[in-house]
Structures are given as C-alpha cells and as structure tokens.
C-alpha cells in the first residue's frame, strides 16, 4: 500500500510542477525575464525531469521490471544537476542580468 501511496505523490509532484511552470510562463510571457522567474524556471524544469523520472523508475520497479537500486542511483547521481544550477545562479546570473538590464 505505501508503494502505491509514493507513486500518487509522484504523480501529484508532477501536477503540481506542471502547473508552476505554467504559471512561471505566464509570468515571463507577461512581465519578461528577471533573474528570480528565470532561477524558478530552470529550478522547476529541473524538478520535473527529476521526478517524471523517478516515477517512472519507481513503477517499473512495482511492476518488477527494474531494480529499487536504479531508483536510488539516479536520485544520488541528480544531486549534482541541483548543485551545478545552483552555481549557475549564483555566479552567472548578477553579470548576466547586470549586463542585460544596462
């Protein structure tokens, strides 16, 4: 029963990312770009390739097609997708959007 719990959250994480993209989209369709909606952007893309592949990974190892070892190698070897956004927002942001804002 909780592997079935885990995969509806998944699928309610990836409702709920879909409609922040959603919603970021507008809000760059509507008002530009600025550092804050670009950083939610990337961040919540990258949430969503995460967790669509996680789910996936999850249901095939419900289904006895992959290995709870797959799961767990990927979410571990995602950490560094995190870190490097992380580096991109912090470094190449305040002269990327200095320059553009002048």
Do not use: C, H
């Amino acid at each position: 029963m909780f592997d079935g719990v885990q995969v509806v959250l998944l699928v309610g994480a990836l409702l709920a990312d879909a409609v922040a993209l959603g919603a970021i989209g507008a809000r760059i369709n509507e008002f530009g770009f600025s550092p804050n909606r670009v950083a939610a952007l990337g961040k919540n893309v990258i949430l969503l390739v995460n967790v669509a592949w996680s789910a996936v990974l999850y249901v095939q190892f419900l289904v006895g097609r992959g290995s709870f070892q797959n799961l767990e190698r990927w979410q571990t070897a995602y950490v560094p997708v995190y870190a490097v956004w992380a580096a991109i927002v912090v470094i190449a942001f305040p002269p990327v959007f200095t320059w553009i804002a002048a």
